[in-house]
């Protein structure tokens, strides 16, 4: 072998050595995958505002006997205050048994009131005949009831009595009139105002005709369609 093949071949195991150690050290290190953090988004989410417990709920309400009403249930005083009251014409409204409201005409009664023949007990008025001038229909008149009435009174529906002339019968119900009434010297604990439609025709019979109404007879006793008219 000459000198210089002896020396190529001496350089080229050195440069095999180099590049087996220079391989080694290029391999990825183990410990990056253990040191890999918890995304902290998991840990610190907050909870929704709206699951917040410390809400407060609005206050109840509640309604004094007697406060801001203007028929059943309304003291005498809140009855006058609402609609006015006379002691005439005639009979039909006296110092014992004020008229309310304006004066109206109808074939029924002629010259009268909003309301007359005013009942009432324990302070408060506990029923009366509600009058309407001729032609008023059933719908305005439940309607003109009901603004007599607490706000949370609710209608049943309308039943037509044919015993002893025809009328039309139906309840109105209201958990204030059932707290208000709920006297002994009253007895409705349920709140029940019965109410019956009909007039007078001028052949001295009581009708009723859904687009004829001229009175209305509201009473703390439910209404009964087997009773007569």
Do not use: W
Not at 182 to 196: F, Y
Not at 198 to 213: K, Q
């Amino acid at each position: 072998m000459t000198r210089t093949r002896a020396i190529l071949l001496g350089l080229a195991g050195l440069a095999l050595l180099a590049t087996g150690c220079g391989g080694s050290s290029s391999a990825p290190s183990k410990k990056t995958s253990a040191t890999t953090a918890i995304p902290s988004s998991t840990a610190t989410t907050a909870l929704p505002a709206s699951t917040d417990a410390t809400t407060t709920p609005p206050a109840p309400t509640t309604t004094a006997a007697g406060a801001g009403l203007t028929g059943m249930g309304a003291t005498v005083g809140e009855m006058k205050s609402a609609h006015g009251s006379d002691s005439g014409p005639g009979a039909t409204c006296t110092a014992s048994n004020s008229c309310f409201g304006a004066g109206l005409k109808n074939d029924d009664s002629g010259e009268t009131y909003q309301f007359t023949d005013a009942s009432v007990a324990a302070g408060m008025i506990t029923g009366y005949q509600q009058n309407f001038t001729s032609g008023t229909s059933i719908s305005d008149a439940q309607s003109q009831i009901l603004q007599g009435m607490p706000k949370d009174a609710t209608i049943s529906a309308v039943t037509i009595d044919n015993t002893g002339g025809s009328c039309a019968m139906f309840n109105v119900t209201s958990p204030t009139l059932a707290t208000l009434f709920s006297d002994p010297s009253i007895g409705d604990p349920q709140g029940v105002v019965g109410v019956e439609l009909s007039y007078i025709d001028s052949s001295g019979n009581i009708t009723y005709d859904p687009n004829n109404v001229q009175s209305a007879s509201l009473s703390v006793s439910p209404s009964d369609p087997t009773a007569s008219c």
